[in-house]
């Protein structure tokens, strides 16, 4: 038995949990606070809804354009879907050349990138809408969109993926050669699957800047979004109507793309999940 007396013991109350909400949740709930705010920004600009309620079917492309062709964010996304893959394949075949050994073709993807990522858009537009004619071939305003819009950011494309193909380690290269493998195999199974991881960021966010500079097309009387937003605002004179409806839209598009992004992230990372 003890000589000294024992406490007696006390019970204490269970302490309540705290319930924290989820990442999840905080952040919807972040995104609903920021767009209240940014309603009530516009709000305060005395919209006229009878305004957009009449005309936002043509600038999201749901009627054809007179002439009987896309119009509005159907024209957008045809723009931007042709250029897109036009791009990618530029791009693609430019970062090749400049990781060749071939001193021309080094010579003429540099200069084709140098040229096209050092001077505006909006020029290169009317170089080749005006100055081919004087050539003898006359582009169609679509068709000279396409265009311009592809050289462009291939040669911006050109460095990304060229830096994502560096990016990978030659040790890699290296055990695919201990294995047998050929370069071509090494590359399409290896190198570019890895690269990929790297690659997608940078390029969805220059299809997203593709997709808003898409609007610089409206200068050659293309019907898409941007022009029919300034056409519709002229005539009614409610300018922060159409061009609030004009940026809602490119908006949506750009939260589309950002899905894909996403989804191709989950893709292409899979084996670094988990800390693998």
């Given amino acids: 038995m003890s000589v000294f007396p024992t406490p007696p013991t006390t019970i204490k109350p269970p302490v309540a949990k705290r319930t924290r909400l989820s990442f ?14 940014f309603t009530a920004m516009f709000m305060s600009f005395d919209l006229q809804f009878a305004i957009v309620a009449a005309k936002w079917q043509n600038l999201v492309g749901l009627h054809l354009s007179p002439q009987g062709f896309l119009q509005g964010a159907a024209l957008t996304l045809f723009l931007c879907f042709c250029s897109i893959w036009l791009s990618v394949a530029l791009g ?10 071939s001193a021309v073709a080094f010579g003429i993807a540099s200069f084709y990138a140098s040229f096209f990522r050092g001077t505006p858009l909006l020029i290169q537009i009317l170089l080749i809408y ?16 396409i265009i311009a819009l592809s050289l462009n950011y291939g040669a911006y494309l050109s460095e990304i993926f060229r830096a994502g193909i560096l990016g990978v380690s ?50 050659m009387g ?5 022009f029919l937003a300034q056409s519709y605002g002229r005539s009614s004179y409610r300018y ?17 793309l950002e899905l894909i992004q996403a ?11 988990h800390g693998r």
Avoid: C
């Avoid at 050539?135 to 679509?142: E, Q, S």
């Fill in 92 to 101: 693609f075949a430019t970062a090749l050349a400049r990781l060749s050994s």
């Fill in 24 to 37: 999840r949740v905080r952040l919807w709930l972040t995104w609903g606070v920021m767009l209240g705010l």
């Fill in 170 to 219: 030659q040790g890699q290269r290296n055990a695919a050669a201990a294995l047998g493998m050929g370069r071509a195999v090494t590359f399409w199974q290896i190198v570019l699957p890895q690269a990929m991881r790297t690659i997608i960021p940078p390029t969805t966010s220059q299809f997203i800047s593709m997709l808003k500079d898409s609007s610089l097309v409206s200068v």
């Fill in 263 to 273: 989804r191709l992230e989950r893709h292409y990372g899979k084996a670094y999940l």
């Fill in 222 to 226: 293309v019907w898409e979004v941007m």
């Fill in 130 to 145: 005006l100055g081919l004619p004087q050539l003898g071939v006359v582009p169609g305003a679509i068709s000279a969109g």
């Fill in 240 to 256: 922060i109507e159409m061009l609030t409806t004009a940026a809602v839209i490119y908006w949506l598009l750009s939260i589309g």
